[in-house]
Protein backbone atom coordinates (compact mmCIF):
# COMPACT_ATOMS: atom_id res chain seq x y z
CA UNK A 1 0.00 0.00 0.00
CA UNK A 2 0.98 3.25 -0.65
CA UNK A 3 0.80 5.78 1.74
CA UNK A 4 1.12 9.14 1.75
CA UNK A 5 1.21 11.38 5.63
CA UNK A 6 -0.26 15.16 5.21
CA UNK A 7 0.81 17.88 7.29
CA UNK A 8 -0.82 21.54 6.75
CA UNK A 9 1.76 23.72 8.50
CA UNK A 10 1.49 27.33 10.35
CA UNK A 11 4.82 28.56 12.61
CA UNK A 12 5.94 24.61 12.65
CA UNK A 13 9.54 25.08 12.81
CA UNK A 14 10.78 24.27 15.59
CA UNK A 15 9.00 21.04 15.51
CA UNK A 16 9.99 20.08 11.86
CA UNK A 17 12.77 18.91 11.66
CA UNK A 18 12.25 15.84 14.45
CA UNK A 19 8.71 15.33 12.46
CA UNK A 20 10.10 14.85 9.13
CA UNK A 21 12.69 12.23 10.13
CA UNK A 22 10.15 10.39 12.50
CA UNK A 23 7.55 10.26 9.83
CA UNK A 24 10.07 9.00 6.96
CA UNK A 25 11.79 6.59 9.59
CA UNK A 26 7.93 5.31 10.53
CA UNK A 27 7.98 1.76 9.13
CA UNK A 28 5.06 2.24 6.95
CA UNK A 29 7.33 3.79 4.53
CA UNK A 30 5.09 6.46 3.81
CA UNK A 31 5.91 9.59 1.52
CA UNK A 32 5.08 13.15 3.55
CA UNK A 33 3.42 16.03 2.23
CA UNK A 34 4.20 19.53 3.72
CA UNK A 35 1.56 22.48 3.24
CA UNK A 36 2.85 25.44 4.14
CA UNK A 37 0.94 28.78 4.29
CA UNK A 38 3.98 30.94 3.53
CA UNK A 39 4.86 30.64 7.46
CA UNK A 40 6.29 34.26 8.92
CA UNK A 41 8.97 31.89 10.93
CA UNK A 42 10.22 29.90 7.72
CA UNK A 43 8.64 26.65 8.25
CA UNK A 44 8.33 26.52 4.00
CA UNK A 45 11.99 26.88 3.85
CA UNK A 46 13.09 24.93 6.27
CA UNK A 47 10.88 22.09 4.59
CA UNK A 48 12.39 22.91 1.00
CA UNK A 49 16.57 22.17 2.63
CA UNK A 50 14.84 18.94 3.97
CA UNK A 51 13.30 17.82 0.51
CA UNK A 52 16.74 18.85 -0.93
CA UNK A 53 17.91 15.47 0.57
CA UNK A 54 14.80 13.52 1.08
CA UNK A 55 13.38 12.49 -2.32
CA UNK A 56 10.28 10.90 -0.26
CA UNK A 57 9.61 14.62 1.17
CA UNK A 58 7.20 16.91 -0.76
CA UNK A 59 6.52 20.68 -0.48
CA UNK A 60 3.27 22.86 -1.65
CA UNK A 61 3.59 26.57 -0.67
CA UNK A 62 0.66 28.50 -0.63
CA UNK A 63 0.86 32.52 -0.48
CA UNK A 64 -0.78 32.86 2.64
CA UNK A 65 -2.72 31.42 5.42
CA UNK A 66 -5.55 29.96 3.76
CA UNK A 67 -6.98 27.24 6.51
CA UNK A 68 -6.59 23.88 7.37
CA UNK A 69 -9.69 22.55 5.33
CA UNK A 70 -8.44 24.05 1.70
CA UNK A 71 -5.21 22.65 2.73
CA UNK A 72 -6.14 18.97 3.09
CA UNK A 73 -8.64 19.17 0.39
CA UNK A 74 -5.54 20.29 -2.00
CA UNK A 75 -3.14 17.86 -0.07
CA UNK A 76 -5.51 15.00 -0.65
CA UNK A 77 -6.21 15.90 -4.69
CA UNK A 78 -2.87 15.71 -5.07
CA UNK A 79 -2.69 12.26 -3.62
CA UNK A 80 -5.31 11.13 -5.54
CA UNK A 81 -3.56 12.65 -9.06
CA UNK A 82 -0.23 10.79 -7.98
CA UNK A 83 -1.85 7.71 -7.33
CA UNK A 84 -1.74 6.94 -3.79
CA UNK A 85 -3.15 3.86 -1.85
CA UNK A 86 -3.94 5.84 1.36
CA UNK A 87 -3.65 9.13 3.08
CA UNK A 88 -2.75 10.14 6.75
CA UNK A 89 -3.70 13.60 8.14
CA UNK A 90 -1.60 14.56 11.26
CA UNK A 91 -0.78 18.23 12.94
CA UNK A 92 2.50 19.02 12.75
CA UNK A 93 3.16 19.91 16.94
CA UNK A 94 3.61 16.45 18.04
CA UNK A 95 0.17 16.00 19.14
CA UNK A 96 -0.40 13.07 16.68
CA UNK A 97 2.89 10.94 17.38
CA UNK A 98 4.31 8.90 14.35
CA UNK A 99 4.21 6.32 16.63
CA UNK A 100 0.81 5.42 15.40
CA UNK A 101 1.22 5.47 11.96
CA UNK A 102 1.50 1.41 12.06
CA UNK A 103 -1.46 0.77 13.62
CA UNK A 104 -3.35 3.27 11.01
CA UNK A 105 -2.24 1.80 8.08
CA UNK A 106 -3.05 -1.63 9.40
CA UNK A 107 -6.76 -0.61 10.20
CA UNK A 108 -6.92 0.99 6.77
CA UNK A 109 -6.77 -2.89 5.67
CA UNK A 110 -10.55 -3.46 6.96
CA UNK A 111 -11.93 0.48 7.14
CA UNK A 112 -11.94 2.91 4.52
CA UNK A 113 -11.48 5.60 7.27
CA UNK A 114 -9.76 4.55 10.48
CA UNK A 115 -9.61 7.52 13.40
CA UNK A 116 -6.94 7.96 15.31
CA UNK A 117 -8.87 8.61 18.85
CA UNK A 118 -8.46 10.53 21.74
CA UNK A 119 -11.61 8.83 23.88
CA UNK A 120 -11.68 5.69 22.70
CA UNK A 121 -11.15 4.28 26.24
CA UNK A 122 -11.75 6.86 28.44
CA UNK A 123 -9.51 9.92 28.10
CA UNK A 124 -6.09 10.11 26.59
CA UNK A 125 -5.38 13.28 26.19
CA UNK A 126 -1.87 14.55 28.29
CA UNK A 127 -1.16 18.55 28.95
CA UNK A 128 -4.13 19.98 28.01
CA UNK A 129 -5.80 22.51 30.35
CA UNK A 130 -8.69 21.23 32.12
CA UNK A 131 -10.70 24.05 30.53
CA UNK A 132 -9.81 23.20 27.03
CA UNK A 133 -10.24 19.22 28.09
CA UNK A 134 -13.83 19.79 29.13
CA UNK A 135 -14.64 22.29 26.29
CA UNK A 136 -13.15 19.29 23.76
CA UNK A 137 -15.02 16.66 25.36
CA UNK A 138 -18.36 18.85 25.18
CA UNK A 139 -17.97 19.52 21.37
CA UNK A 140 -17.52 15.75 20.50
CA UNK A 141 -20.56 14.74 22.20
CA UNK A 142 -22.76 17.74 20.95
CA UNK A 143 -21.01 16.74 17.09
CA UNK A 144 -21.81 12.61 17.78
CA UNK A 145 -25.04 13.99 19.11
CA UNK A 146 -26.48 16.10 16.16
CA UNK A 147 -25.27 13.78 13.02
CA UNK A 148 -25.47 11.14 14.24
CA UNK A 149 -21.82 9.68 13.52
CA UNK A 150 -21.27 6.39 14.95
CA UNK A 151 -17.44 7.77 16.38
CA UNK A 152 -16.20 9.06 19.83
CA UNK A 153 -14.21 11.37 18.64
CA UNK A 154 -16.03 13.43 15.55
CA UNK A 155 -12.83 16.29 15.43
CA UNK A 156 -9.97 13.97 15.61
CA UNK A 157 -7.40 15.57 12.78
CA UNK A 158 -5.05 12.22 13.18
CA UNK A 159 -7.10 10.24 10.70
CA UNK A 160 -6.37 7.68 7.64
CA UNK A 161 -8.38 7.57 4.45
CA UNK A 162 -8.27 5.02 1.65
CA UNK A 163 -8.22 5.74 -1.84
CA UNK A 164 -12.05 4.67 -2.47
CA UNK A 165 -13.05 7.07 0.07
CA UNK A 166 -11.76 10.06 -1.13
CA UNK A 167 -13.09 9.13 -4.71
CA UNK A 168 -16.23 8.75 -2.99
CA UNK A 169 -16.48 11.97 -0.52
CA UNK A 170 -16.50 14.16 -2.98
CA UNK A 171 -13.44 16.41 -2.55
CA UNK A 172 -13.96 19.60 -3.77
CA UNK A 173 -17.24 20.56 -2.79
CA UNK A 174 -16.56 20.37 1.04
CA UNK A 175 -17.01 23.78 2.03
CA UNK A 176 -15.82 23.79 5.77
CA UNK A 177 -12.77 24.60 7.14
CA UNK A 178 -10.61 24.04 10.56
CA UNK A 179 -12.53 21.60 12.77
CA UNK A 180 -15.62 21.89 10.77
CA UNK A 181 -13.63 20.11 7.82
CA UNK A 182 -12.71 16.90 10.36
CA UNK A 183 -16.52 16.63 10.73
CA UNK A 184 -17.64 17.20 7.42
CA UNK A 185 -15.17 14.58 6.10
CA UNK A 186 -16.13 12.01 8.86
CA UNK A 187 -19.78 12.45 7.88
CA UNK A 188 -19.16 12.35 3.93
CA UNK A 189 -17.40 9.08 4.69
CA UNK A 190 -20.44 7.57 6.42
CA UNK A 191 -23.08 9.38 4.25
CA UNK A 192 -21.18 7.80 1.29
CA UNK A 193 -21.95 4.24 2.55
CA UNK A 194 -18.46 3.84 3.39
CA UNK A 195 -17.43 2.15 7.23
CA UNK A 196 -15.08 3.59 9.65
CA UNK A 197 -13.30 2.40 12.88
CA UNK A 198 -11.53 3.85 15.67
CA UNK A 199 -7.80 3.20 16.98
CA UNK A 200 -6.87 4.52 20.25
CA UNK A 201 -4.10 6.98 20.48
CA UNK A 202 -2.41 9.22 23.32
CA UNK A 203 -3.06 12.93 21.88
CA UNK A 204 -0.04 14.94 23.96
CA UNK A 205 -0.59 18.92 23.66
CA UNK A 206 2.19 20.74 21.18
CA UNK A 207 5.36 20.49 21.50
CA UNK A 208 6.61 23.98 20.44
CA UNK A 209 5.15 27.21 18.99
CA UNK A 210 1.38 28.69 19.66
CA UNK A 211 -1.88 27.25 18.98
CA UNK A 212 -3.95 28.49 15.68
CA UNK A 213 -7.44 28.04 16.84
CA UNK A 214 -9.46 30.86 17.15
CA UNK A 215 -12.82 31.31 19.23
CA UNK A 216 -14.56 32.11 15.98
CA UNK A 217 -13.31 28.68 14.70
CA UNK A 218 -14.50 26.75 17.71
CA UNK A 219 -17.88 29.05 17.13
CA UNK A 220 -18.55 27.92 13.71
CA UNK A 221 -18.14 24.14 14.82
CA UNK A 222 -20.97 24.71 16.58
CA UNK A 223 -23.16 25.24 13.60
CA UNK A 224 -21.69 22.43 11.32
CA UNK A 225 -23.27 19.42 12.62
CA UNK A 226 -26.54 21.22 11.90
CA UNK A 227 -25.26 21.87 8.85
CA UNK A 228 -24.62 17.77 8.01
CA UNK A 229 -27.76 16.97 9.95
CA UNK A 230 -29.79 19.55 7.61
CA UNK A 231 -28.08 18.25 4.62
CA UNK A 232 -27.05 21.80 3.35
CA UNK A 233 -23.56 19.56 2.75
CA UNK A 234 -24.93 18.45 -0.25
CA UNK A 235 -26.18 21.29 -2.01
CA UNK A 236 -25.10 21.49 -5.71
CA UNK A 237 -22.54 18.83 -5.22
CA UNK A 238 -22.56 15.87 -6.97
CA UNK A 239 -21.84 14.04 -4.41
CA UNK A 240 -21.88 10.47 -4.53
CA UNK A 241 -21.01 10.48 -8.20
CA UNK A 242 -17.63 9.70 -8.39
CA UNK A 243 -16.67 5.79 -8.28
CA UNK A 244 -13.59 4.94 -6.91
N1 LIG B 1 -1.15 25.22 6.08
C1 LIG B 1 -1.84 25.59 7.17
N2 LIG B 1 -1.69 24.92 8.33
C2 LIG B 1 -2.38 25.31 9.40
C3 LIG B 1 -3.28 26.42 9.39
N3 LIG B 1 -3.83 26.55 10.63
C4 LIG B 1 -3.30 25.57 11.39
N4 LIG B 1 -2.41 24.82 10.66
C5 LIG B 1 -1.66 23.63 11.07
O1 LIG B 1 -2.63 22.64 11.40
C6 LIG B 1 -2.19 21.84 12.47
C7 LIG B 1 -3.19 21.94 13.62
O2 LIG B 1 -3.24 23.27 14.13
P1 LIG B 1 -3.01 23.64 15.66
O3 LIG B 1 -2.66 25.07 15.80
O4 LIG B 1 -2.06 22.67 16.27
O5 LIG B 1 -4.45 23.47 16.22
P2 LIG B 1 -4.83 22.65 17.47
O6 LIG B 1 -4.10 21.35 17.44
O7 LIG B 1 -6.29 22.60 17.54
O8 LIG B 1 -4.32 23.58 18.66
P3 LIG B 1 -2.93 23.51 19.49
O9 LIG B 1 -2.43 22.12 19.42
O10 LIG B 1 -3.27 23.97 20.83
O11 LIG B 1 -1.99 24.42 18.86
C8 LIG B 1 -0.80 22.34 12.80
O12 LIG B 1 0.16 21.58 12.10
C9 LIG B 1 -0.81 23.78 12.29
O13 LIG B 1 0.47 24.26 11.97
C10 LIG B 1 -3.42 27.13 8.16
O14 LIG B 1 -4.16 28.10 8.02
N5 LIG B 1 -2.69 26.67 7.08
MG1 LIG C 1 -2.23 21.12 17.72
Same mark, same amino acid.
Given at each position: ???????? $???????? !?? %?????????????????????????????? !????? #??????????????????????? /?? &? =? #?? *??? &????????????????????????? @?? %???????????????????? =?????? &?????? $?? /? *? =????????????? /?????????????????????? #?????????? %???? #???????????? &??????? !??????? /?????? =? *??? !?????????? @?
Amino acid at each position: MRVLVVTP $TYNERDNL !EA %LVAAVLGSPVGADYLIVDDNSPDGTGRLAD !EIAAR #EPRLHVRHRPGKLGLGTAYREAF /TW &A =L #EQ *GYD &AVISMDGDWSHDPGYLPALVEAAAR @AD %LVIGSRYLNGISVVNWELSR =LILSTI &ANTYAR $TI /T *G =LPFRDCTSGFQCL /TRRALHRIGLAAIGTSGYSFLI #ELKYRVVKAG %LGGV #EVPIVFTDRRAG &ASKISKA !EIARSMV /TPWKMR =L *GFW !ERGTGFGGDA @A
